[in-house]
C-alpha cells in the first residue's frame, strides 16, 4: 500500500519537484507541495484554508522551513526557486519520500535521520506536521521558520505595510491574525523557543506559473523562528490551523485520522494496492457543502464542485467504496439546487449564484440515481427525495430550458446557443467556443435515452406501471432515431454530433456512451465497430484522445499559456476518466477477453501513482508519447472511473 520513492528521484530537483503531494482536510482545503518542498504553484502551501467550505480558499500558512544545527554546522532541509537560483538545496538531505496513508518524508543529514510526517485532520482546516528522530549521535537543534501568505489561493501575496508584524507566543502555542477580518493563525509547537524576527522574504518563484503564462512570483512574510532541542528517539508533534489548539496533542490527532482512513478500505473486496491508494485518494475529493449535505470537488487545486463531474465520480467515489450515506447526501445537495430542469455546472468561489450552462449534467443526475439505487436499495429516499425531481427535469427538457435545450419533434435532445459551452469539451476562450458541438451531441442523446429508460425502471420500482410503458414507448423511438441519424455508414461509427443537415465525422471519444450507459443503445455488431474505431485512434495507455490524431485540429501537447491550453484541451489531449466508460464497453462486449484486457490497461495506470500527483490520477496527459501528465494533480472522475471499473468490472 505505500508508493516509495528513494534518493534516485528526491535528490534529483527536476524529478522530485514535478512530484507533488496533497493532504486534503474534508472542508476543500489542503496541505501540500512538491517533494522537495519547494512550491512551483501558487496553489502549494502548508495551510490553506476553506473559510466557507467548500469554498473561500485562503492559503494562510505557505511554508514551515527546516533546519538542523549539529557540530557547528546547519543543515538547511528547505527548498526554494528564485530568480536564477535555488536556495536552499534541502532536497539533497531527502534520503526517501512514502506515501501511504500520509505523505511521509526521510531527511538525513550529518548523522541525524528525522522523519517527518504530514496529516490533514478531517473536518477542520488543520495541519499536523510530526517529526521523529530516528537516529542522531548527539543532541541537536530543530529551527522551524514559518512564512505566511494570506491571501485568496488564485491570487499571490506581495510586500506591504498592512501586514500585522508582530505575534503572540506563549505556553508552546503562536497565534496571529495577519490582516483585518482574515482567520487567526495557531501554530502549536511544545517545548519550543521562540526567536521574533518579522520580515519580507521576496521572489519566491513558481515554475509552474510561469509555464501556464502566469504572474509567478510571491513575497512571503515570517515572524520570526522556532528552536527545538532534540535527540534520538524523541518525537515532536506541531498543529497548524484557524481554531486554538490548546489542550490538542498532534499524535492524538494523527492516531484519530489513521483510524477514520484505514476504516475507509473495509469495504474494499479487493485490497491490492491499485484500489486502496484510489480509495484514499477519492476520500479527499468529498467535502462539505453544508452542515448535513456533502459534495464532491471536481479536482486539485483549482476546481470546486462542478455538476457534471460530480454525477460522473459519484458512483467511484462513494458507491463502490461503500459510502454510500455520502452519496445520498450528495444527491439530495444537488436535488436541491435544481433549476427549470437543470442542475448547476459549477458553484463559484465566492458564493455568488450557482451557473447553469450545462446541457449534461441533469442527465447524469439520472445515471447517478440509477447506480445508488442498485447498489442501496434505498427505495424510499429515492421514492420521496429524487423521483419528483427526476420528473421535473424531463418535463422541461420536453418543454424547453435554457439554452435552447429541448426535445426535437423526432425524439433526440439538441441544445446550444452561439458562444455558450454545454457538453463536457467545454473549453471557451473570450466569445470563442473551441469545440461547440451545438445541436443532437452524441453522448448528450445517449444520455437522453438513458434517462427515459432510468425513469421508466423507476416507475415500475414504484408501482406506476401504466406511466412506465409510455416513457418506455418514447425511449424505444429515440433508440430507433438515434441508430437511423447518428451512424456513420462509410466510417462505420458515429457522429458526434448532428446540426440540421451538417454531420461532424470527427473521431472522438463521446461515441463511447451509446455503448457503455447502463442501457446501451447500439447492436452488438455496430458497438464492436464503435470499439474498434476506438482502440486504433484513440485509445493510449493514460486514456482516450479526445480527437483522432489524422484530424487537422488535433494537438499534440497541451501546454503554454491559457489560449494555448484551453485551444487544445479537447483537441487531441488524453482523459483518463473516459477509460471507465471504454473500461466497461470493453468487458460488455469481449467478456472474459475483455476482462483481461482490461486489467492490463489499468496495471499501465497504476504506474502512473508514482509520478505527478503522487497516489493520485491527473486530469489529463498529453495527446502523444510520452504523455506527459497535466492539468490538476488530482481529478475526481479521473480516480472514480478508474475505482470503479476496476471493483466493478475486472477483479
Not at 463531474?309 to 455520502?326: C, K, S
Request: proline fraction near 6%; charged fraction near 25%.
Amino acid at each position: 500500500m505505500t508508493i516509495k520513492l528513494n534518493e534516485t528521484i528526491t535528490q534529483d530537483l527536476n524529478a522530485a519537484s514535478r512530484r507533488e503531494w496533497l493532504e486534503s482536510n474534508g472542508l476543500g482545503g489542503w496541505a501540500g507541495s512538491t517533494i522537495c518542498g519547494a512550491h512551483t504553484r501558487r496553489y502549494h502551501g502548508l495551510l490553506v484554508a476553506a473559510t466557507r467550505p467548500p469554498v473561500g480558499r485562503m492559503v494562510l500558512l505557505s511554508k514551515l522551513d527546516e533546519t538542523i544545527l549539529c557540530a557547528g554546522r546547519r543543515y538547511e532541509l528547505a527548498c526554494n526557486y528564485y530568480p536564477g537560483i535555488v536556495y536552499p538545496t534541502g532536497y539533497n538531505y531527502l534520503q526517501s519520500f512514502a506515501k501511504d496513508l500520509f505523505p511521509r518524508f526521510t531527511y538525513s543529514a550529518g548523522g541525524i535521520r528525522v522523519q517527518k510526517t504530514i496529516a490533514a485532520i478531517n473536518g477542520e482546516n488543520t495541519t499536523l506536521v510530526l517529526y521523529e528522530v530516528l537516529e542522531s549521535p548527539a543532541p541537536f537543534v530543530l529551527e522551524l521558520q514559518p512564512f505566511v501568505a494570506y491571501r485568496e489561493y488564485h491570487g499571490l501575496a506581495h510586500a506591504n505595510d498592512s501586514i500585522q508584524r508582530h505575534g503572540h507566543f506563549q505556553e508552546g502555542i503562536f497565534r496571529v491574525r495577519p490582516y483585518d477580518g482574515v482567520p487567526e493563525l495557531f501554530i502549536s509547537i511544545p517545548g519550543a523557543e521562540f526567536v521574533p524576527s518579522p520580515d519580507w522574504y521576496f521572489n519566491y518563484e513558481y515554475p509552474v506559473e510561469q509555464q501556464r503564462g502566469l504572474d509567478f512570483h510571491e513575497d512571503l512574510f515570517t515572524y520570526g523562528m522556532f528552536k527545538l532541542k532534540l535527540e534520538a528517539g524523541q518525537r515532536i508533534g506541531i498543529i497548524i490551523s484557524t481554531r486554538d489548539p490548546a489542550g490538542r496533542d498532534a499524535f492524538e490527532l494523527r492516531c484519530r485520522e489513521e483510524k477514520r482512513r484505514q476504516d475507509l478500505l473495509h469495504f474494499l473486496p479487493n485490497r491490492d494496492d491499485f484500489p486502496v491508494m484510489l480509495t484514499l485518494a477519492a476520500d479527499q475529493f468529498l467535502v462539505q457543502r453544508s452542515e448535513k449535505l456533502r459534495t464532491i470537488i471536481a479536482g486539485y487545486h483549482w476546481f470546486t464542485d462542478w455538476g457534471r463531474d460530480t454525477m460522473i465520480a459519484l458512483p467511484g467515489i462513494t458507491l463502490v467504496t461503500g459510502r454510500h450515506e455520502d452519496a445520498g447526501k450528495i444527491l439530495q445537495a444537488f436535488a436541491r439546487s435544481v433549476s427549470q430542469g437543470m442542475l448547476p455546472n459549477r458553484f463559484p468561489d465566492a458564493n455568488e449564484e450557482p451557473e447553469f450552462n450545462t446541457v449534461d449534467a441533469s442527465l447524469w443526475f439520472f445515471v447517478a440515481v440509477h447506480q445508488y439505487l442498485q447498489y442501496t436499495r434505498d427505495k424510499v429516499f429515492v421514492r420521496d427525495q429524487l423521483l419528483p425531481v427526476l420528473e421535473e427535469i424531463l418535463s422541461w427538457h420536453e418543454k424547453g430550458t435554457r439554452y435552447a435545450i429541448q426535445v426535437d419533434t423526432d425524439g433526440l435532445l439538441s441544445a446550444g446557443e452561439p458562444g455558450v459551452q454545454l457538453t463536457w469539451m467545454d473549453a471557451k476562450i473570450g466569445d470563442w467556443v473551441v469545440t461547440p458541438r451545438k445541436g443532437k451531441a452524441v453522448e448528450i442523446n445517449a444520455l437522453w435515452y438513458n434517462a427515459l429508460r432510468i425513469f421508466s425502471h423507476l416507475l415500475h420500482e414504484f408501482d406506476r406501471d401504466q406511466e412506465a410503458a409510455a416513457y418506455e414507448h418514447r425511449a424505444a423511438l429515440t433508440k430507433k432515431r438515434f441508430n437511423k441519424v447518428f451512424w456513420n455508414q462509410d466510417g462505420q461509427y458515429l457522429y458526434d454530433y448532428i446540426d440540421g443537415n451538417y454531420k461532424e465525422s470527427a473521431i472522438r471519444p463521446n461515441q463511447v456512451f451509446a455503448i457503455s450507459l447502463p442501457f446501451p443503445l447500439l447492436s452488438v455488431k455496430r458497438s464492436t465497430m464503435v470499439l474498434t474505431v476506438l482502440e486504433e485512434k484513440l485509445l493510449t495507455p493514460c486514456g482516450l484522445r479526445s480527437l483522432s490524431p489524422d484530424h487537422p485540429d488535433y494537438r499534440s501537447r497541451y501546454e503554454g499559456d491559457p489560449l494555448s491550453r484551453d485551444s487544445s484541451y479537447h483537441q487531441g489531449t488524453v482523459w483518463p476518466w473516459l477509460l471507465g466508460p471504454f473500461v466497461t464497453a470493453l468487458v460488455r462486449i469481449r467478456g472474459k477477453a475483455g476482462k483481461k484486457q482490461a486489467k492490463t490497461i489499468l496495471e499501465k495506470m497504476a504506474t502512473h501513482l508514482g509520478d505527478a500527483g503522487v497516489g493520485a490520477i491527473s486530469e489529463i496527459f498529453d495527446a502523444d508519447p510520452p504523455h506527459t501528465p497535466r492539468g490538476c494533480i488530482s481529478q475526481a472522475w479521473s480516480v472514480s472511473e478508474l475505482l470503479r471499473v476496476y471493483l466493478e468490472e475486472v477483479i
